[in-house]
Every structure is written in structure tokens, then in C-alpha cells.
């Protein structure tokens, strides 16, 4: 399993979906874990990480990091909803990484309300070849882009760090949750990788 957590905001995650897409071509779509229906549509497959409408930003149900999913796979890998058997007569619809060897679960995270910018991650479930070449494309955009700013771990997008610096945002991992914040912290603590 590999795995990358950062805090940006809409426009820092955009620059990194940005050079992903330069260098990736992937197959990229919203997870889906909800009860079966016969009359579900195909899910939307965008071609690049930045034709996917309000990355980067949460609405008012999304207030933690697992809010917001993305399912990232190579382009050759076509997408569908499985029928996942819940017991008995039920079942549910699921599109998530775990039902693909090289898929990578994208969760960016981001603004939320008018002060806070929540924690992303990128996630490699099972760890192939494919799956780790997509996490190893953000990492190296992150490295590149955020100014090798880190947070115990966390990259910090140059956007993400002057909102904290000025105190027009908090960073956290769940909005609703101000222990989750680490704004209280001071920012020495945040440094180079």
C-alpha cells in the first residue's frame, strides 16, 4: 500500500491534476458504493484528472477527507459498476479502486465553507506496478509544485500554506472536528521533505 496525504487548495490540486495528466493517461472516475438498482446509468469516465468538474473543491455534505472519491486507473482499463452481494436479496453498486489491480483511490480533499482546506489523500490499495506509478506521478508533482513543504508527512501547496499563514484557513481532516485541526500548531513545524 502507498499512499500520499497533502493539503491544497482548488487551485493547488489543479496544477498537480495538471502535470499528472502530462505525464499519465488515465481512465478517472467518481467512486460508487450505494444500493443496486437495474436502472443504473454507466458511470462518467473522464480522460484527464482536470476535466473533472469541482476537484478540489466540497460541497456541504463533505466535510472529511473520505467524502470525495475518485477512482484512477490506466486508460487501457475500461470502468464499470460491479454488483457487490450483500446477504440474502441484497446487493450493492460499487466502483471503487479495490475491484482494479492497477486502480488508485483519489480523494483531493480541499476547500470547504470559507476557512477550511481538508486533508487529500491518494491511496494505492494493492500496490502494482500501474497503481504506483500513479501515486509516484503525484508525489513527484507535489515535490515539484508544493516547494517540498510537508506537515509530519502532509505536502502543503504554496495556495494552502498562505491561507494558513494568514489566518484565513484552517488545515484539517475533518472540517467539523476542530481537534483535527493542525492550525494551532506552530508553523516552524512546517518544513522542507
Not at 13 to 20: A, E, N, P, R, T
Request: aromatic share 8%.
Amino acid at each position: 500500500m502507498s499512499r500520499v496525504h497533502f493539503f491544497a487548495t482548488q487551485l493547488d490540486f489543479s496544477g498537480i491534476c495538471q502535470s499528472v495528466d502530462s505525464k499519465l493517461s488515465l481512465n478517472v472516475a467518481a467512486c460508487i458504493d450505494e444500493p443496486w438498482r437495474d436502472d443504473l446509468a454507466d458511470p462518467a469516465v473522464y480522460r484527464r484528472l482536470a476535466d473533472v468538474p469541482g476537484l478540489g473543491l466540497m460541497d456541504g455534505n463533505s466535510s472529511h477527507r473520505y467524502s470525495k472519491r475518485y477512482l484512477a486507473v490506466d486508460r487501457s482499463v475500461q470502468l464499470e459498476i460491479r454488483k457487490r452481494h450483500k446477504g440474502g436479496a441484497k446487493y450493492d453498486a460499487v466502483l471503487d479502486a479495490s475491484y482494479y489491480e492497477g486502480g488508485v483511490d483519489v480523494m483531493p480533499g480541499g476547500e470547504y465553507l470559507h476557512d477550511g482546506i481538508v486533508m487529500g489523500e491518494i491511496l494505492s490499495q494493492i500496490a502494482t506496478r500501474e497503481s504506483e506509478r500513479i501515486v509516484r506521478a503525484f508525489r513527484t508533482a507535489m515535490k515539484k509544485q508544493f516547494g517540498h513543504r510537508t506537515f509530519f508527512g502532509a505536502w502543503v501547496g504554496p495556495q494552502a500554506l498562505e491561507r494558513l499563514r494568514s489566518g484565513t484557513a484552517r488545515l484539517t481532516t475533518h472540517y467539523e472536528h476542530p481537534d483535527h485541526d493542525i492550525s494551532d500548531v506552530k508553523l516552524e513545524q512546517i518544513s522542507p521533505a
